[in-house]
């Protein structure tokens, strides 16, 4: 059954004509393709086109040319015309001339004939002729070999044979020399061949004797010149050892700025006479050997700081003898191209005697000047730097300013603390002087490094560093801090508000919490005074929130108090409230913050006289709600750390900052051996004592100071670092 299903299958004509890819019918086919047809069009193929991709093949099928029987390969022409056609298709495809017909080719081959026959002699004749013999005489041999004489013995004996006979030569005139075929075989021919050939190679060597004797006065003419060329060289050579041993003959001795001006005046010469041979033959070498006894002299009796262009100009002078041309001795006056300098050095593995005598004569006199060198004396140093700087190797500039200069100014910058002094202190000007003075106008000689504040080790990174740790420990009582806002253009807005956010904004909250009382009947401002001076710093939300965190909860509480107080003058309490407004600046005043804790005093005054007019007592007047938590400032747009990281990282900075205080008042912070009964943080000693007795118990807790009282030990306080602090610390 399925095989006659299959058949029935296969069998049955189909239901739906089979399409296939149209082309150009032809008479042939009567408009139907073949299967050949339909493969090709399938490929791309069209009629009437050639074959390939670009039609460069044939269009029609090779045609067959049969050969006569038994003819061999070559007998008949057997290019077929179909094959001509699609040559000369080619041809055309490619722009060129087909030359397929028999006409052609033999017009071609004709015109070929005529222009090889012209380049031929009109008494040749094509094919395997024969040449005429062509004959020279002797004048033609001698006028080839200029200043050749022909001996006449060797003339006498040669046949002149231009004649009907044959005949010996007495002389030169109308010698015949055949260069074609032979004359004859007597004795007498056989003696003029040879004496021809003889001749003949006399003349060849003839000619290679004087293509010597052209060669040989060439040659003498360029050892000529090698010869004056080499007495000029010498006689400079000379020149220059006796301007080389003159540098000799000065000594240091009692005439020392005489003796250093004549020698520099002697190596200016030698440089502006010898400049092109400095490196040759290294004149750098005997020069720093003939100056370095003077320079050392001059070293020894140098001031930096009172002198500090001291022989500039005269090392300015002679730059060139010193550093032959390299840009790897002089550092770069860019900032930026000075620290690729130091990355990207070209300099040799050993010292030049420049470098040499500069780090052992120059560098050390510098280093001591530096040494005893005060920060707060700005300019001899910078005269000395900015004068030096072109005369100094990258390395020696490295150290000056790596080794000697960066750490200077850091430990002046760790020395400084701007809080008042109290009596026992003695006055300290380095600690008093705002960094910025002596610090910013070094930037500019110092590496691009230290110019960045996100580096990790830069001289910004430290100035970011000592500036979180002052502002940790600032009390807003001591005023504003000086050159704070001097920063503010060196580090990037973002960076510098974040600081003043985190470090400074906790000093201020603290103030307010631990020093300003509301009291209606003697109002101490001074606090708050204190806190709005610093209103430039910050924008005019973070400080209204400071104020709705510190400063109004305790107002609400008093206004409360006043209210439900026996003796509560409504009169006076109006007068209060339209005079506290008037007490902040205009840009708090209008804030949107500070206007609703301000509304709701102006509230909770409609509310009690609401119960005097339900003649209800005051004492059901409810209390005002508590402030918002700590803290009041707003989040910054760095990514929020972990809680237990961001505690960790507080307490630390905050003890860091307690024990550079505690140093500074000469104070010591000792860890005890217990914990706080009610957070269980560890407790510390604060004491005046070398003993390590006696002082104050405190503990820290978030960026507070929390001291034991002296009246309940069981109770802690918040503290201010301050004089109060110390006084306790010692005893008082």
């Known amino acids: ?14 239901t739906h004509p089979h399409k296939a890819p149209k082309m150009d019918s032809t008479p042939s086919t009567g408009g139907k ?52 056609a699609e040559q000369r298709r080619k041809a055309e495809a490619r722009g060129e001339e087909y030359e397929g017909s028999s006409e052609e080719e033999r017009r071609k081959r004709k015109e070929r004939r005529k222009k090889v026959g012209a380049r031929e002699s009109g008494t040749s004749t ?60 007597s004795e007498e021919e056989k003696i003029a061949k040879s004496e021809r050939l003889e001749l003949e190679a006399f003349v060849e060597s003839w000619h290679g004797l ?43 001795g009692p005439e020392g700025a005489a003796n250093w001006s004549a020698m520099v005046e002697k190596l200016g010469t030698l440089q502006e006479t010898f400049k092109h041979d400095i490196a040759k033959y290294g004149l750098q070498d005997a020069a720093i050997g003939a100056l370095h006894p003077l320079f050392k002299r001059q070293m020894d009796a140098w001031n930096p700081l009172e002198d500090p262009e001291h022989l500039v100009g005269d090392l300015e002078s002679l730059k060139v003898l010193f550093e032959q041309g390299h840009d790897d001795l002089t550092v770069s006056h860019g900032v930026h191209d000075l620290h690729n300098s130091y990355s990207k050095s070209r300099r040799p593995k050993s010292t030049s005697p420049y470098e040499t005598m500069m780090y052992t004569l120059w560098l050390p006199k510098v280093r001591t000047a530096i040494t005893n060198w005060s920060v707060l004396d700005r300019a001899p140093l910078e005269v000395l730097i900015s004068s030096w700087r072109p005369l100094l190797p990258a390395f020696i500039y490295t150290n000056l300013t790596e080794q000697l200069l960066v750490p200077k100014l850091i430990t ?9 002094r109290a009596h026992h202190h003695k006055p300290n000007p380095l600690k008093q ?8 106008p070094w930037l500019q000689y ?33 005023s504003l801090l000086p050159g704070l806002l001097e920063w503010r253009t060196v580090f990037p807005t973002a960076d510098f508000d974040t600081m003043l956010i985190r470090h400074l904004l906790p000093r201020l909250a603290l103030h307010l919490s631990a020093k300003l009382d509301i009291d209606p009947s003697d109002q101490d401002l001074t606090p708050l005074e204190n806190t709005f001076i610093w209103s430039p710093y910050f924008t005019p939300t973070v400080m209204a929130r400071l104020l709705v965190a510190e400063f109004f909860p305790k107002w609400l509480s008093t206004l409360h108090l006043w209210l439900t107080s026996p003796s509560a003058s409504f009169g006076e309490i109006g007068e209060w409230l339209k005079w506290w407004p008037k007490q902040f600046p205009a840009s708090l005043r209008s804030h949107a913050d500070v206007q609703r804790e301000f509304n709701k005093g102006n509230t909770m005054v409609n509310s009690a006289l609401d119960l005097l007019d339900n003649d209800q007592p005051l004492s059901l007047l409810a209390p005002p709600a508590a402030g918002p938590a700590r803290p009041v400032t707003m989040p910054t747009s760095r990514a929020p750390a972990t809680a237990a990281t961001r505690k960790e990282d507080v307490e630390i900075d905050l003890r860091g900052a307690i024990e550079a205080w505690c140093a500074d008042e000469d104070l010591s912070l000792i860890p005890l051996r217990e914990a706080h009964p009610g957070s269980g943080l560890p407790l510390f000693r604060l004491t005046a004592s070398a003993s390590g007795k006696g002082g104050v118990v405190v503990y ?19 503290v201010e670092l301050g004089e109060r602090l110390v006084e306790r610390a010692e005893g008082k």
């Open 1 to 14: 059954m399925e095989a006659q299903a299959m058949k029935r299958k296969f069998g049955q004509p189909p």
């Open 33 to 84: 393709m073949t299967f050949a047809q339909k493969m090709m069009a399938k490929m791309g193929y069209k009629e009437g086109q050639g074959l390939g991709k670009e039609g460069e093949g044939i269009i029609n099928p090779i045609e067959v040319k049969l050969r006569p029987q038994g003819a061999g390969v070559g007998t008949v022409k057997e290019k077929t015309e179909q094959y001509k």
């Open 126 to 185: 094509p094919g395997m002729g024969r040449k005429k013999v062509k004959y020279r005489t002797a004048a033609d041999v001698q006028a080839a070999a200029p200043g050749l004489e022909v001996p006449q013995r060797m003339l006498s004996s040669i046949l002149d044979a231009t004649g009907g006979e044959r005949k010996l030569l007495s002389s030169a005139a109308g010698l015949m020399t055949p260069t074609g075929n032979e004359l004859g075989s």
């Open 210 to 252: 004087q293509e010597q004797k052209v060669y040989l006065e060439e040659h003498e003419g360029r050892l000529a010149i090698e010869a004056a060329q080499k007495i000029e060289e010498l006689e400079r050579l000379e020149r220059l050892v006796r301007s080389v041993e003159s540098l000799s003959v000065l000594e240091p």
């Open 412 to 420: 002046a910058l760790e020395s400084w603390d701007p809080r008042p």
């Open 433 to 440: 002087a705002p960094p910025h003075t002596y610090l910013l």
């Open 446 to 478: 110092l590496p691009a490094q230290h110019s960045d504040p996100s580096a990790p080790i830069s001289l910004l990174s430290d100035i970011k560093r000592k500036l979180r740790r002052v502002l940790d420990t600032w009390d807003a009582a001591f």
């Open 700 to 718: 820290l807790k978030g960026d507070l100071v929390w001291a034991q009282k002296k009246s309940d030990r069981t109770v802690y306080e918040p």
